[in-house]
């Protein structure tokens, strides 16, 4: 997978004991929760609004259309789990993120999410609003 890019967006999640599995380690289905919540922050962060206000006040949906993970280590509840997330390519109807979570320096999963944009209430695919591309291409990897 490609570089992380310097001082790209990173949200901390405190895992507790209540994620865990009786292995003692984060039930598989809470990662993807992670990454989700991940970039949401990153919406929140640097658009100022996440998913809900863009459904609600916008219209405007991100449906995902693909998802794909690789574990790397097992997450515990022993440090907090820092999500490193940022858009790596924008596309005419669709985004793609890159979340890298690590616990105390070591990774621990990686994923590709990709979404597109639509009018929420027809479900229709549609352009990103030029707002959104003019915030999210600055953070686009360069290369």
């Known amino acids: 997978m490609a570089d992380r890019p310097e001082g790209c967006f990173a949200h901390e999640i405190r895992v507790t004991w209540g994620d865990c599995d009786p292995a ?19 919406w929140e962060t640097h658009v100022g609004e996440g998913w809900y206000q863009f459904e609600i006040d916008r219209n405007l949906g991100t449906p995902f259309v693909h998802m794909s993970l690789d574990f790397r280590r097992p997450i515990t509840p022993r440090h907090r789990l820092i999500c490193h997330t940022w ?28 979404c597109v944009f639509t009018v929420a209430d027809a479900f229709t695919k549609t352009a990103p609003p030029q707002d959104i591309r003019d915030i999210v291409t600055p953070h686009l990897p360069q290369g």
């Open 87 to 114: 858009p790596e390519a924008l596309g005419a109807t669709s985004i793609t993120f890159r979340v890298e979570a690590e616990q105390d320096g070591t990774l621990c999963f990686e994923g590709r999410f990709v």
């Open 24 to 42: 003692k380690i984060v039930y598989t289905g809470r990662i993807p929760w992670f990454a989700l919540d991940a970039i949401n922050a990153w």
